[in-house]
């Protein structure tokens, strides 16, 4: 038998059923690693006419020499005349088949040689089908080469497949009178997969479309499956009656999990009957009611909440999620991390709940909470919301309590924010009183795990401005400073026993654009991070002591600013078991071997970023946020409400100061404090000659007011400095000379004023 030899392909290709695959193969194929574009091209195989035209190279390739080989077939596949690129595959594959991997390797090295353009390879794949390519592409032994130029071959293929004019094509076709015609079309269309989702979308959505093209449209939908299926469910969304009762019925013949849920609230509420009512029905095993319907949305928000799964992620741990796009009036596609795409499914489920109890505080909770975060996860998508939550500004003062509170509860910082604003509007002081001693919940968002929760928090409470103490008061001071030590870096901190070991990985990740900070013990560890706005990183060898790294990943975790910091455990191979089993025990903590590159620690820095919430602030937006708390502490010092204890950050508010990120607010806020500290800060500031001058004015300027409204508090010997700072001036710019005599002058100016009050 020569097995070299190839049957000439019929006209009518539709014949050829050695090239259908079966059920089980296409299965296999759609979660391959070309799943969908393989899956696609091998369809097209169906009704594609015969190959391009392959322009031969300039000379015709010599044939291999004639070799003797125990087996005769091995013997045929090498002296197979080589004139086109088809022979070239088609000796590869025999010689795979024959289990001669080298000679394989030998035959494939010469193809790709050819370097064959795109219509080359897509006659390949039309003549041998996706499948052999696929097999080609998983043959190790014909090392990287066999995998590269298969999938390449894929890739132009399924490109050609699902070009514009292609499928412009087939979904003319749907229309034909001839129902092998119409098989033919709903074929190629199933073939190039999701890609197709949109266009036979398209034919539904079309009011002139006939019932013939609306048939081959729901039948290449149903082929489509699982590609067709998100659309489906984004299109129950649309405002067209017949559009949603098309998708329900095709829903319901796909048996869709999600479908039943999103279908209970329009069964519910529309007359029995109709196309969605049927299909709610036929899925849930029950007519449709306003009590059935509530019973199934609430079980299935209740599982969700308990963690089981809407959607399948890919490898990446992305969803495609469909939404309604209602400028276009058609599905649109997102490709969303899994817990985004729970999160929107969740909403439009809280939704419907809250719809068919409208009197329900729970629900309409719920339903605004999550619409609310649904929103920021569309905008973050670059979307718009297509169920838009409703006016929080209508809402009692008792509902927004709620409505903040399963905020904080449930970490939805979008629904939290938005919450926070309508009470700063208000400016109403029953925000804050609270009857059985405990914070409210605007004080306890001082708590937040987001910055940027807990700053519009201390701006809520700004806008209030109670004369008098409430409980949870003292969160406010803390909250601030955490704000105001930004500089605008992105810092990490890394904390070892020894200091060389520590601040070698810091120096390491400066490549990735972060500042290191280093520790020794734990509770330096814990000091640092909890101080700083700008830290996004902590690195913890887990032989740290006092104490221990358990204690120190605890303490971290309690922090309101550090709780959603991301932690990497450094361990020896000896202590990686226990570094596993205690990452295990937290949120956005992970274990690593000690990095000993900076490579595998840039590596590492990288994986662990990945675990910072999405909306963290960025560098920028931190400085924004410094400047935003520095300008509520200049307020409430100037309202004098002594009960917030912000003196006592005098020294941090100095550390600001020389940091020079907030010059102006911060020198400000420096006079109002009224300690010997701050005036001695804003008079050394005020006398660097390195710095400024214009913020050498300011300090100044700062300091005369601050002498003014507290008196002087500098000491003998830091006055007698500043004499002998002027006085040494003589060789000092014009400008400099004057500023440090206005200092003296205000020095003096109490001693002035006493004389003339004792004359």
Not at 323 to 341: C, E, N
Not at 508 to 516: I, K, R
Request: aromatic share 4%.
């Amino acid at each position: 038998m020569n097995l070299t030899a190839q049957k000439k392909p019929r006209a009518e290709l539709v014949t050829r059923k050695d090239s259908v695959p079966s059920g089980r193969l296409r299965r296999r194929l759609a979660v391959a690693g070309w799943r969908r574009g393989a899956l696609a091209l091998l369809f097209t195989t169906l009704a594609t006419p015969a190959i391009a035209q392959f322009e031969a190279p300039g000379e015709e390739a010599p044939a291999p020499q004639a070799s003797t080989f125990a087996n005769p077939a091995v013997r045929a596949a090498v002296e197979l005349p080589r004139n086109e690129p088809s022979d070239y595959l088609r000796a590869t594959l025999n010689l795979i088949d024959l289990g001669e991997p080298q000679l394989a390797k030998q035959a494939l090295d010469q193809l790709v040689a050819l370097q064959l353009d795109d219509a080359g390879k897509i006659g390949l794949v039309q003549q041998f089908g996706a499948a052999r390519l696929l097999r080609l592409a998983r043959e190790r032994e014909l090392g990287p080469d066999a995998a590269t130029f298969a999938n390449t071959c894929l890739t132009a293929a399924a490109a050609e497949a699902a070009s514009p004019e292609r499928m412009a094509t087939q979904i003319k076709q749907l229309g034909d009178a001839s129902d092998a015609q119409q098989r033919i079309a709903v074929a190629q269309l199933a073939a190039v997969g999701e890609a197709a989702v949109v266009p036979a979308m398209r034919v539904l959505v079309d009011e002139k479309a006939t019932d013939r093209q609306r048939l081959g449209a729901r039948a290449a939908l149903l082929r489509l499956a699982p590609f067709s299926e998100g659309a489906l469910l984004a299109t129950l969304r649309s405002e067209n009656a017949r559009l949603v009762g098309e998708a329900a019925n095709l829903l319901a013949s796909l048996r869709s999990p999600q479908a039943v849920a999103l279908l209970a609230l329009p069964a519910a509420t529309t007359p029995g009957g109709s196309a969605v009512d049927q299909a709610y029905a036929q899925l849930a095993g029950q007519p449709a009611s306003i009590d059935s319907a509530q019973g199934l949305l609430t079980r299935t928000l209740k599982n969700l909440d308990e963690g089981v799964p809407a959607f399948r992620a890919d490898d990446s741990g992305n969803v495609p999620y469909w939404v309604w796009d209602s400028k276009t009036s058609l599905p649109k596609r997102l490709s969303l991390p899994s817990a985004d795409a729970t999160l929107l499914y969740r909403a439009r489920l809280a939704r419907d709940l809250a719809l068919l109890r409208p009197h329900d505080r729970r629900h309409e909770s719920l339903a605004l909470r999550l619409g609310i975060e649904a929103a920021a996860v569309l905008r973050l998508a670059g979307e718009e919301a297509t169920d838009r939550p409703g006016d929080l500004a209508q809402l009692p003062a008792a509902t927004l309590d709620d409505l903040l509170t399963g905020a904080l509860r449930d970490h939805q910082n979008a629904a939290a924010m938005a919450s926070l604003q309508v009470i700063t509007e208000r400016r109403d002081p029953a925000a804050l009183a609270t009857h059985d001693g405990k914070p409210s919940p605007t004080a306890r968002a001082l708590r937040s795990s987001h910055p940027s929760v807990r700053l519009a928090a201390i701006e809520a409470i700004a806008a209030i401005d109670s004369p008098r103490p409430f409980p949870g008061a003292s969160y406010v001071c803390p909250a601030i400073m955490q704000f105001v030590t930004s500089n605008g870096q992105r810092e990490v901190v890394a904390a070892a026993p020894r200091l060389d070991a520590a601040a070698t990985w810091a120096g390491g990740l400066s490549a990735e654009g972060l500042t290191g900070r280093v520790a020794s013990t734990g509770g330096e560890a814990i000091r640092i991070a909890s101080s700083s706005a700008d830290i996004e990183l902590i690195l913890l060898d887990m032989a740290i002591g006092s104490p221990a790294v358990r204690e120190v990943v605890f303490q971290l975790r309690r922090n309101p600013g550090t709780s959603q910091l991301p932690i990497g455990l450094l361990a020896r191979e000896t202590q990686f078991g226990t570094a596993r089993r205690m990452a295990g025990e937290h949120t956005g903590v992970m274990a690593f071997l000690r990095p000993h590159t900076n490579e595998s620690l840039g590596s590492l820095a990288r994986e662990l970023s990945a675990h910072l919430p999405r909306d963290w602030p960025t560098p920028e937006q931190r400085l924004d946020q410094a400047g935003r708390a520095m300008a509520v502490m200049h307020q409430l010092l100037e309202t004098d409400r002594s009960f917030y204890r912000l003196r006592s950050a005098g020294p941090a508010i100095v550390g600001a100061l020389h940091g020079g990120q907030v010059t102006s607010d911060t020198a400000s806020v420096l006079a109002l404090l009224g300690t010997r500290e701050s005036q001695l800060a804003l008079v050394d500031f005020s006398s660097t000659l390195s710095l400024a001058l214009e913020r050498r004015r300011a300090a100044a300027n700062a300091f005369v007011q601050s002498i003014e409204r507290f008196g002087l508090l500098l000491t003998s010997e830091e006055i007698l400095q500043q004499y002998n700072l002027y006085n040494g001036s003589e060789s000092q710019a014009k400008e400099s000379q004057e500023l440090l005599g206005q200092l003296l002058d205000a020095i003096e100016a109490p001693r002035k004023a006493k004389r003339e009050k004792d004359r």
